[in-house]
């Protein structure tokens, strides 16, 4: 039998205190098991977040958990040398760089800003050869403008992907895969689910960004890692694929993505 992998949340303790969320880390992780997860890939958003997304992989065992190091747009004026720093350590469960890239709906940083920091991370990834993991809001203009500059590492994903079919097709166009988290199964959504039916099959991930966007019928709660099973079923009967297809195809491409280990 195949197992589930979100292929993105966050797992730091200040989200889950934020969310309120049910119990720690570890109780996360156990009923991730219980709903067939056996991977997690636990994302940094700045110098603090990546260093404990690191830090939790020490808690692996019926499921294993990999890390990301990164500085979202959001932080984008932050100093990215510390991330880089810890980039460079080569810690044995760091598997990707970011959540970076660009954000126009919030725009919590300026978006000369957000650019840059975004530039200098896809050049750490390749750098690497790590994966590089994209957030894109509002903003896909721009990500196809940076991607023209900079490249595009060979191994990209867009994560929490909410844009149009026409997005998705830019993204595709472009060498990106396209990760789909609990937004999909919102009522809203429509747009998002039309995007989600012409994923390639091998190019589509799932996640849930956990504690945040929880799908239904949770949504406006914590989101936790064993709800990705929800998003994947949702994902299988929204392409009319057996979920059982769904389950194992997500869970190699991310392997595929992150070159974790078979």
Not at 190 to 201: F, M
């Amino acid at each position: 039998m195949s197992f589930w992998t979100d292929a993105h949340c966050h797992l730091q303790d200040q989200y889950l205190r934020d969310w309120k969320a049910e119990g720690d880390a570890r109780d996360a992780l156990t009923r991730a098991r219980a709903a067939q997860v056996n991977r997690i890939v636990v994302i940094g958003t700045d110098a603090a977040s990546s260093g404990e997304a690191l830090a939790i992989t020490d808690l692996s065992g019926d499921v294993e958990l990999f890390a990301t190091v990164g500085l979202h747009p959001h932080q984008a004026t932050e100093d990215l040398a510390p991330i880089a720093a810890l980039a460079r350590e080569g810690h044995a469960r760091l598997v990707g760089i970011g959540e970076c890239g660009l954000d126009y709906y919030y725009e919590h940083a300026p978006r000369g800003d957000q650019r840059r920091a975004f530039a200098a991370q896809i050049a750490l990834a390749i750098e690497l050869d790590l994966a590089l993991v994209v957030h894109a809001r509002d903003a896909f203009d721009d990500l196809f403008d940076v991607f023209a500059s900079e490249g595009v590492p060979p191994r990209t994903v867009i994560h929490c992907f909410t844009g149009t079919p026409d997005e998705a097709e830019g993204c595709l166009e472009r060498g990106c895969d396209i990760s789909l988290s609990g937004v999909v199964t919102f009522k809203n959504a429509q747009l998002l689910r039309d995007a989600a039916r012409i994923v390639p099959l091998d190019r589509l991930h799932v996640e849930t960004d956990a504690p945040f966007l929880a799908p239904v019928p949770h949504r406006g709660r914590a989101n936790e890692p064993a709800y990705v099973s929800l998003v994947g079923a949702f994902v299988a009967e929204l392409r009319g694929e057996d979920v059982a297809v769904v389950r194992a195809a997500t869970a190699a491409n991310t392997a595929r993505l992150f070159a974790l280990p078979v």
